[in-house]
């Protein structure tokens, strides 16, 4: 069955620090993958996303994230955290090449931001 | 990307009572979600609404219960009815833009607490 697992429900980094959220997949075509952010409150803002070509994407806000199909996974990364990045993160998964599939979420992560 | 809004932005309702939500998207789009966000939890798709067809509902979801239209390109609405305070949520339309993607943009989303 398709399904996207995020391993940890809340991490606590300081400000300045580096940040990886971990997101694995299981999908049995080549899927779209995306990460999308929370803030409290608010909707959710899609911060970058991998259909093909190079694995490493570069997304808003300074994130980036790499495909590695081998693993997997998708893991979302920046190397230096500011305090607005405290929110829910969401890793999904789409179908490849078909335009109005919906997606699948993983339970997301819930990022704290230390001073 | 689209631009999308959602009425209302938040409610309180009674149980027994019924809602509808509304979805405005700033541009023409073919595909439509509804997805479900409950407390603490990830996104649930509801349905696809498609202009000019039945919506299509996921596995627990039903239209008495959920009842959608999509009379334009542009523009749906989703009714919860008969609430129980089981229903309170965040609901949140979105759109699939861009031909051969499925990648989607989310409307702020409507939160919904059921009394």
């Known amino acids: 069955a398709q399904s996207v697992t995020q391993p940890d429900i809340h991490i606590t980094v300081s400000e300045g620090a580096s940040l990886e959220l971990r997101c694995n997949y299981s999908?049995?075509?080549?899927?779209?993958l995306f990460w999308y952010v929370q803030s409290p409150g608010q909707g959710l803002q899609l911060l970058l996303k991998?259909?093909?070509?190079?694995?490493l994407v570069q997304g808003i806000k300074g994130f980036e994230a790499e495909f590695k199909r081998s693993q997997s996974s998708f893991n979302l990364r920046k190397p230096s955290v500011h305090w607005s990045d405290a929110a829910e993160y969401f890793c999904?998964?789409?179908?490849?090449?078909?335009?109005?599939?919906?997606?699948?979420f993983g339970k997301g992560t819930t990022l704290s931001v230390s001073s | 990307s689209a631009v999308i809004s959602q009425k209302p932005s938040r409610d309180i309702c009674q149980r027994g009572t019924s809602l509808t939500i509304q979805c405005q998207v700033d541009?023409?789009?073919?595909?439509m979600f509804w997805y479900r966000q409950q407390p603490g939890q990830s996104l649930t798709l509801i349905a696809t609404?498609?202009?000019?067809?039945?919506?299509?509902?996921e596995s627990g979801f039903v239209i008495d219960k959920f009842p959608i239209s999509r009379p334009n390109l542009t523009f749906s609405t989703l009714t919860v009815s008969n609430m129980s305070p089981e229903d309170s949520s965040i609901y949140l339309c979105?759109?699939?833009?861009?031909?051969?993607?499925?990648?989607?943009?989310f409307g702020p989303g409507t939160r919904l607490t059921v009394t």
């Open positions: 999908y049995g075509a080549t899927p779209y």
């Open positions: 979105s759109v699939s833009v861009g031909t051969g993607s499925s990648a989607q943009y």
């Open positions: 609404a498609n202009q000019g067809s039945e919506a299509t509902y």
């Open positions: 541009s023409q789009v073919t595909m």
């Open positions: 991998y259909f093909s070509g190079d694995t």
């Open positions: 999904a998964v789409g179908a490849m090449g078909q335009a109005g599939t919906a997606l699948i």
